[in-house]
């Protein structure tokens, strides 16, 4: 497993981490045993980031994690966890006083004084762009609350915004073969200004595993049934706003361009966090078999791995820009 640094923090995270939206909520049940045996298999695989929320699960997820960090000592591990989506997406609620409620219970759920990196939520450009947020944000870190910050975003102008606030750490952006916007200027600027870029939805909320039909059923408490069309949060979020039929579709002619023994979701991830400017891709997982397949991926970054990353990567393109482009570039 590659690690990277994360921005300038002085920590190191691996190239392929591990997002846990999952074992809080919204992707069907997953029992804590589960959950459990989801972060061992991943730390036993080289994943030394979990990236985590405090509506996950209206806390469970960082809760499970701070469980199961209290009982490996030593792990290595940097956990990465949101704030901001506990109340309205509204100006007002990124106050100060608010920051400092939803870190001290992050704080509590983790079972940790200091927290390693908060990111707020898919904030509104006005929060992202405010002086204010990264005065407050700096205050929390100058007493210890949190060790660093970054920003997750929707959108790349969004992106390009916080990257452009000197204390950023890291700015966390879907990017997969179904969402190239970020490569034309929120990864090189990214590299500029030394930040961290945490490559989220890396699967497309499963479209990328290959194992996806027409006839694949959700659960109805899965977001990729309540959210197809943004009834819940923006649709982007699932399928990375892929019509699913297309998405199936292009998913397809990706596998059929891969050479034997090289699976859609480990080229993809591969693909990911191969990128210039991409210091890890988070992909979710509900079991441990995922968890594992998904950190294995990381064997493809490797020389002599046999995987022609820059030929998948024509191919990436080719099929983005004839089956996906229209529809996805101009909206994120």
Known sequence: MQHRPLGRTGRAVSA?????????ADWGAVDEADARAVLAASLDQGVTLFDTADVYGDGRSETIIGGFLAEHPGHGITVATKMGRRMAQEPAN??????????????????????????????????????????ALDALVADGTIGAYGVSVETCAQALAAIAHPHVTNVQ????????????????????A??????????????????YTTATTF????????NRHGEAFDRGETFSGVDYETGLAAAAELAAA??????????????????????????GARTVAQATTNAQAAALLEPGSGFDLDAFDAVVRDVYDRMLRADIHPLW
Do not use: M
């Open 16 to 24: 392929i981490g591990l997002g846990t939206w999952q074992l809080g």
């Open 94 to 135: 990124y106050s100060p006083e608010n920051f400092r409620a939803w870190t001290d219970r992050s704080r509590r759920n983790l079972g940790v004084d200091t927290l390693d990196l908060v990111q707020l939520h898919c904030p509104p450009t006005e929060v992202i762009e405010a002086d204010a947020t990264y005065d």
């Open 173 to 192: 952006i879907i990017v997969n073969p179904f969402r190239l916007k970020p490569l034309d200027e929120v990864l090189p600027a990214a590299v500029d």
């Open 194 to 211: 030394g930040v961290a870029i945490f490559a989220r939805v890396p699967l497309a909320s499963g479209l990328l595993s290959g194992k």
């Open 219 to 226: 659960a109805g408490d899965d977001h990729r049934s309540f």
């Open 258 to 283: 891969l050479p034997e023994g090289v699976s859609l979701p480990a080229a993809s991830l591969a693909w990911g966090a191969s990128l210039r400017g991409v210091t890890t891709v988070i992909p």
